[in-house]
């Protein structure tokens, strides 16, 4: 893992590409703007995500349509898709209105038992169960979270928003399970973001980055941006 407090090298502002191809996503099938926008918006975070179904079974699946959303109360938001036959996955139905759901943080050592919950399994088997994906019991939800996840947010839902297929869920969190070695400082709330090794999701099928490189930029105040002109 390195972090440089020097960034790299950055085009001049000012600087222009000869050519810009556009897409009128209005005008394009589901499929085409899937691949358009799931290219550019990158490297995107993963929620895997924990819920309870029927019987008390674990559902686990991952989604990379998935954001923070504020601080004040701290909000996720994620979007679980349709099965094929257009019926919620059960992530969506297990949530349902009010639910509690947990968002386990995917590490590059988790990479491909996150993938391997990705398979369509059929409605009602519990991929944490089948996969022997090892779990612990939740704090503030009665959701477990993946024992081996570095960091886990534990939710309860208070929105869902439909945009024609598009379903996304608004979940306030609750609670946050850190790996204590991620913990920087307790006292203070400051996280060794390092430590977590988690990955992201890119444009293309199974493509994916890692966060082991960083660098560090200062945020200029106005007063100081003033005194460089």
Aim: net charge negative.
């Amino acid at each position: 893992m390195s972090q440089s407090s020097t960034p790299p090298d950055f085009a001049d502002p000012n600087f222009t590409p000869k050519d810009f191809t556009h897409f009128d996503l209005t005008a394009l099938p589901a499929a085409a703007c899937y691949k358009l926008v799931t290219g550019v918006v990158v490297p995107r975070p993963i929620a895997w995500v924990s819920t309870l179904g029927e019987g008390g079974h674990v559902n686990l699946a991952p989604y990379s349509f998935f954001g923070l959303m504020g601080s004040d109360p701290p909000v996720v938001a994620f979007a679980p898709g349709d099965r094929a036959d257009g019926v919620p996955k059960d992530t969506a139905l297990n949530i349902g209105s009010g639910g509690e759901f947990t968002v386990n943080l995917v590490s590059a050592e988790l990479a491909a038992t996150m993938n391997a919950t990705a398979t369509d399994f059929p409605h009602g088997v519990g991929e944490a169960q089948t996969l022997n994906v090892a779990l612990a019991d939740g704090v503030k939800v009665r959701v477990p979270r993946v024992a081996a996840s570095p960091a886990a947010l534990e939710c309860r839902e208070v929105q869902t928003i439909l945009i024609g297929r598009t379903r996304i869920i608004l979940g306030v969190v609750l609670g946050v399970s850190l790996r204590s070695d991620a913990v920087q400082d307790a006292e203070r709330h400051y996280v060794n973001t390092n430590a977590l090794d988690l990955i992201g999701r890119m444009g293309g099928r199974g493509s994916y980055a890692l966060t082991r490189e960083t660098f560090v930029l200062d945020r200029v105040s106005y007063a100081e941006w003033e005194k460089r002109q």
